[in-house]
């Protein structure tokens, strides 16, 4: 077989930054274990990579939302340690679950009498203490199919822990009158942002996501995060435009003077969406370098005029501090992380 070429994008992972991150998280979670939130490829961030780092620091309990997640994870852990969020739809869901060992998550009655019917065993149950998404009603915690569950952890989801909410505390006094009336092994309710809420959030087992990957959704645990995720691409031409000139579609910038600029290569197709654009920047060595027009699919412009060395096969990063690019471009640290496109991890 050939082999491929270089690529002309790369997301490099910071595998101390992630280990970091949960380690930390695990510690403010203080008397409860972290496990970790490894749904969506790792928030974008890729299982391959990210699972195995979260093994070795020490997480023991990873979270997935849909069954077709389940293998990848479990090349690397124990199947038997990874909940499935969105439960057992149908009869072959449930087979699948009890056939690899993973955990189901029962979020309804028609689910738990679902599992029950083919043969039951150990799930997680959630409740739905105020979020309305997945999840039991409070009313329904006595119900004789939840009491015919053998469950391992009840859980939870918070809506607002990343404000200071009364909605955080209601949501707090629901679960724990719910935990009185549902026979089960441990209990979790704080997400990474329910962490930094401190111990009474806390239970047996937090579940992080957001965090873990240098998300920082609230300020009071931002110094114990570090940055995951570093996308960069490759200039893969340069040129100079004159005074009146345009660049891209749309014809959106005009230069006021001769400019030395390069052509990049990330587009929206690799999570560089054109939100970026209005007074973004690349950077190489510290230094910005301005984006010109448009987001291409699969290139931008930038203005070279401050790195006169740069040339084609130099390599630019996008700046990607989740917390200061999620207020420069709108939209949400969760969004940053999982835009990014494949082909920024297909090396």
Not at 54 to 72: I, N, P, Q, T, Y
Not at 232 to 252: L, M, P
Not at 293 to 316: Q, T, Y
Request: hydrophobic letters at 45%; a negative charge.
């Amino acid at each position: 077989m050939t082999d491929l070429p270089p690529p002309s994008l790369r997301l490099t992972i910071d595998r101390e930054a992630l280990a970091h991150n949960w380690r930390a998280l695990d510690r403010l979670s203080g008397h409860a274990s972290a496990g970790a939130a490894v749904k969506a490829d790792c928030y974008g961030l890729g299982v391959e990579t990210c699972v195995p780092i979260l093994r070795e620091a020490g997480a023991r309990d990873f979270f997935v939302a849909h069954w077709s997640e389940v293998a990848s994870v479990a090349r690397h852990v124990d199947p038997g340690s990874i909940a499935v969020l969105h439960g057992p739809a149908n009869v072959a869901d449930a087979d699948y679950a009890r056939a690899i060992g993973a955990i189901p998550v029962i979020n309804s009655l028609r689910q738990a009498k679902q599992w029950l019917d083919s043969g039951g065993g150990p799930c997680d149950l959630m409740v739905d203490s105020g979020i309305n998404r997945l999840g039991i009603a409070l009313c329904e915690a006595g119900d004789p199919l939840v009491a015919q569950l053998d469950v391992r952890v009840l859980m939870s989801h918070l809506a607002s822990a990343d404000e200071d909410s009364a909605m955080n505390a209601r949501q707090l006094g629901a679960f724990r009158e719910v935990l009185a009336v549902i026979a089960h092994q441990r209990a979790s309710l704080a997400n990474s942002a329910g962490i930094a809420l401190g111990p009474d959030y806390h239970f047996d087992m937090t579940r992080p996501g957001l965090a873990l990957y240098g998300g920082v959704p609230r300020s009071d645990i931002e110094n114990a995060i570090r940055q995951v995720a570093y996308p960069e691409a490759a200039i893969i031409q340069t040129r100079s435009i004159a005074r009146g000139d345009t660049v891209g579609y749309n014809a959106t910038f005009t230069a006021d003077r001769v400019v030395r600029v390069g052509v990049v290569s990330i587009g929206y197709a690799d999570g560089m969406l054109r939100c970026w654009v209005d007074g973004g920047a690349l950077q190489h060595g510290g230094r910005a370098l301005p984006i010109l027009g448009k987001v291409s699919m699969d290139m931008v412009v930038i203005d070279l005029s401050a790195a006169p060395d740069l040339s084609e096969g130099d390599w630019v990063r996008l700046p990607y501090r989740l917390p200061d690019a999620a207020q420069h471009t709108g939209l949400s640290q969760y969004e940053l992380l999982t835009v990014l496109g494949q082909r920024l991890k297909s090396r």
